[in-house]
Nanobody, 122 residues
Framework: QVQLVESGGGLVQAGGSLRLSCAAS????????VAWFRQDPGKERKFVAA????????FYADSAKGRFTISRDNAKNMVYLQMNALKTEDTAVYYC???????????????WGQGTQVTVSS
């Protein structure tokens, strides 16, 4: 079983950058795809980006393309989300999730972290 812990959230001004980290333990992390989702209060969780187990394939939501970059370091059991040119609408709790395949649906991921808050001020 894979345990995930996110970090790196915080308060940043619009136009700024943050790098989120997802640390994994347990299970075989190098065999799983990992994704980032985000959730606004009172709204459904939305897909942001995903990366294959090897790191060779990545997949982004339209809102993240060109601004966010997902990457992983299997030797360190880490996945990262570099977020640049942040907008106020990027404010949300960000979650990392692990599953068998690179997908954009919540239901395709079996393991979830507790989330990290990102707040972008104007």
């Amino acid at each position: 079983q894979v345990q995930l812990v996110e970090s790196g959230g915080g308060l940043v001004q619009a136009g700024g950058s943050l790098r989120l980290s997802c640390a994994a333990s347990g299970g075989t992390f190098s065999n799983v795809a990992v994704a980032w989702f985000r959730q606004d209060p009172g709204k459904e969780r939305k897909f942001v980006a995903a990366i294959s187990w090897s790191g060779d394939s990545t997949f982004y939501a339209d809102s993240a393309k060109g601004r966010f970059t997902i990457s992983r370091d299997n030797a360190k059991n880490m996945v990262y989300l570099q977020m640049n040119a942040l907008k106020t609408e990027d404010t949300a709790v960000y979650y990392c999730a692990a599953g068998a395949l690179v997908r954009a649906r919540e239901d395709d991921y079996d393991y979830w972290g507790q989330g990290t808050q990102v707040t972008v001020s104007s």
